[in-house]
């Protein structure tokens, strides 16, 4: 293989691992380092990172997605995640259900 066949490969190589790298960011318009979750799948796939087993609702609201449900305990849980960059705004948690509460007596 002569020099200008393998720059060219070379080119190509870089460039193919380039496109591969940016991934959805180049094909939605935004920036490698854009971390904004505008999709309501990535807002509960965070929630459920933080330990949320059954989902109830998720809301986007002033731009905070406000996800609510519970965990693998029964115990509620509201994530508040901001939209611009995915980061957890806070996490309320509240009392197991009381169905859950009777079957762990039992």
């Given at each position: 293989?002569?020099?200008?066949?393998?720059?060219?490969?070379?080119?190509?190589?870089?460039?193919?691992?380039?496109?591969?790298?940016?991934?959805?960011?180049?094909?939605?318009?935004?920036?490698?380092?854009?971390?904004?979750?505008?999709?309501?799948?990535?807002?509960?796939?965070?929630?459920?990172?933080?330990?949320?087993?059954?989902?109830?609702?998720?809301?986007?609201?002033?731009?905070?997605?406000?996800?609510?449900?519970?965990?693998?305990?029964?115990?509620?849980?509201?994530?508040?995640?901001?939209a611009?960059?995915?980061?957890i705004?806070?996490?309320?948690?509240?009392?197991?259900?009381?169905?859950?509460?009777?079957?762990?007596?039992?």
């Open positions: 293989m002569d020099l200008g066949a393998m720059m060219k490969m070379t080119f190509a190589i870089i460039t193919l691992s380039t496109l591969l790298s940016a991934g959805d960011a180049l094909r939605f318009g935004a920036s490698a380092n854009d971390r904004s979750v505008s999709d309501r799948e990535h807002a509960l796939r965070i929630a459920k990172d933080r330990g949320m087993s059954q989902i109830g609702s998720a809301e986007l609201d002033g731009g905070v997605w406000e996800v609510k449900g519970r965990n693998s305990s029964g115990v509620f849980l509201e994530v508040r995640i901001s611009n960059d995915g980061k705004i806070g996490i309320d948690y509240g009392h197991p259900s009381p169905m859950r509460l009777k079957r762990q007596a039992n």
